[in-house]
């Protein structure tokens, strides 16, 4: 089955580590995204990437950093200078056909205490 | 950049036509309407996308009026299963850019039985 998956779905780390989400799509998409959602609010854009080797920020960048070395591979590391970053991180692609239509990934819940 | 707002929550009965509408008042002239659904801990799924006047697809209809200032979702006959929240996204996507990918707080729609 074609699609993107996330992984882990639950991640737990010390303040002041780092930590790396991880997203991977069979989709052949190029472009792909990365949100963040607090509870009870919408997603904010960190970081978009619409071709390999190359990225750009998003809303949010500041404490996040990403790597696009592969087409299907798109993974996003939370730095210790993030300063809020526990929440529920989502993943997207989307192809050339329709660049609206985005396809998400199930998450990955990160708590940092 | 377009900043959506919309109704906090709305309720509903099964087989009733639910329409929920998005105020995007600086909207520019390229952007496109895009509108989401996600159920509690997962990523939002496409359900549909316009630029004007009217779209319709086998799951929901897009509303554009002429100043594309606002835009309303229309779901015909809700079930249970489509108790979620929805989401307006208006932004473009183009070549290097990915302006205002920012989802809104989006509306919990609760399908009562």
């Known amino acids: 089955d074609g699609g993107i998956t996330q992984s882990p779905k639950y991640l737990f780390r010390k303040e002041g580590q780092n930590v790396t989400l991880s997203c991977e799509q069979n989709?052949?998409?190029?472009?792909m995204y990365w949100y963040r959602q607090d509870p009870g609010q919408g997603l904010r854009l960190i970081y978009y990437s619409q071709i390999v080797n190359d990225f750009q920020k998003g809303d949010i960048a500041e404490g996040y950093s990403v790597s696009r070395e592969k087409k299907e591979s798109f993974p996003l590391t939370v730095t210790s200078a993030q300063k809020n970053p526990t929440a529920f991180y989502l993943c997207?692609?989307?192809?050339?056909?329709?660049?609206?239509?985005?396809?998400f990934g199930p998450g990955t819940r990160l708590t940092v205490t | 950049l377009a900043k959506t707002t919309q109704p906090i929550s709305m309720d509903s009965y099964e087989g009733q036509e639910v329409n929920i509408t998005c105020s995007h008042n600086?909207?520019?002239?390229?952007?496109?309407i895009t509108w989401y659904q996600q159920f509690p801990s997962q990523g939002p799924r496409f359900i549909i996308q316009?630029?004007?006047t009217k779209v319709t697809n086998e799951v929901a209809s897009l509303f554009i009026p002429a100043d594309r200032k606002s835009s309303t979702l229309s779901l015909p006959r809700v079930s249970l299963s489509d108790t979620a929240v929805y989401y307006c996204?208006?932004?473009?996507?183009?070549?290097?850019?990915?302006?205002?990918?920012?989802f809104g707080s989006g509306t919990q729609l609760t399908v009562l039985p």
């Open positions: 996204l208006v932004g473009l996507i183009s070549s290097g850019s990915a302006r205002q990918l920012t």
């Open positions: 997207a692609s989307t192809d050339r056909v329709n660049p609206y239509e985005q396809y």
């Open positions: 989709l052949n998409h190029d472009a």
């Open positions: 600086n909207i520019a002239t390229n952007d496109y």
């Open positions: 316009g630029y004007k």
